[in-house]
């Protein structure tokens, strides 16, 4: 699974249900592993747009600065009975991200919901074990 795959899905999948994606990807190169737990992420975002929120809008955006890549996936359909922050997908994608040092944040305001995920673009260096 590629960030650039999902991306692509991202763009069409959501416009058949009549929803806008606007999608602005500036990030530089990504490691394997990132590209892939992105790719991640921005499926899962996607699916949750589409089976939990009234969705009209939804900017996807990613940007590198300082060492971290990260991805941004928006919506304008925040439903007051959907979105469990503690859900088995959220808790999933944090796991994924942790796992690169990266982390996942949601938020909610004005009828938006967002979701961000970062990570480290250059891994930190295993330490040595004392012996």
Known sequence: MSLAGEAESAQSVPAAA???VELALAHEELPAEV???LGTVLREA?????TRSSARHCPITTV???GTVRLRVRNDGVRSDRGRPGSAGIGNLTARLAALDGRLGT???DGWFELTAQAPVIRRPSPLPAG
Not at 46 to 50: A, D, G
């Open 18 to 20: 009549g929803i806008e």
């Open 35 to 37: 590209e892939n737990v």
């Open 46 to 50: 996607v699916t949750n747009v589409l």
């Open 64 to 66: 590198t600065e300082e």
């Open 107 to 109: 938020a909610r305001e």
